[in-house]
């Protein structure tokens, strides 16, 4: 792009060299800074602009015409032409300032909302990805959260029905309320009942402004601090998935389906958590609807238990550098949904943290 107005320049000049006199090459002279304006500087698009009408002037003055009324005619076109690019790169920069400083209040706000949890959290290994559908978009309506509780590693991952600044507030709520109850409540069926609790308040709350029906579909896991098992409480969420350090993968089924967060008042049942064990290198896997829901060209959706069955990550953020990877390779570049993602992985006894070898099968 550096170059390509000054081609442009160069093409006027050699196509004033092979025409008549009668031919003008004033239209590439002024094309030059229009090609410029949005790549360069203000002092880039101006030089540009000078540069082409030299040429025009000595070219001009080289054949004898300069003095005609219609080379005065061209001169000014160029000018002019010149001047409206300095409008147009000026007009450009402000944008693209603009959609930096939008970009990193959204930044903030996604950091603000949804934080990246530590790598490390009560001597587990934490990864988590929020892949958004819409390119320069940073934070929809999934969520996660892990924190380190006296009752052990608490966590959730959930997805919001709906999109825009509602669904964000809920995210908000949600992960408010449970850091609040991870701590305070000595079971996750007790932390499940909270949340229910704070979205029907928040339910509430927009009643007045907004008669649509909302919900959270969510899995709530905690890890007990003595390690070897994983208690499960899914409420109409994607099954999380168990990666052992054999390469098996088993997807953790709920023993009961429960409705969605914020449904209580369709109907209730008293949770049960799942205990299911969590051995030594194992891997846990939470996802929202974005990975399972993702669609290639033909229409089938992705596979992600098939996909990653019989093969081994040194870490969780090497297995979803690899998921996120393999989605884009299934859907072709895009998702038409967020993409939430958390991998949880427990350190096999014995062994160097980290440092398992690597050995990818390739993708079904």
Known sequence: MFWLPVIVIAVGVVFDALTPTRFTASPFFAAAPMVAAPFFGLLGTLVTGLAGLACEVLLRYDDGTLARPEAVGDLLTVVTVTVLAMGINRIVRLSGER???????AETAQRAVLPQPSERIGGLHIAARYEAAQEDAFIGGDLFAVQDTPHGVRLIVGDVRGKGMDAVETVAVLVGAFREAAEQERTLEGVAHRLDRALTREGTRRAERDSSESFTTAVLAEVPHSGGVVRLVNRGHPEPMLLES???VRTLDPSQFALPLGMAEIGSWPDRADERPY????TLLFYTDGLSEARDKDGVFYDPAARLDGRI?????ELLDAVVGDVRVHTGGGSSDDMALLAVSRPAEGQPERRRIMSVVPPI
């Open 313 to 317: 990550f040194p870490g969780p953020e």
């Open 246 to 248: 054999s390469g098996a």
């Open 99 to 105: 959609l930096a400083s939008a970009s990193i209040i």
């Open 279 to 282: 051995p030594p290198g194992a």
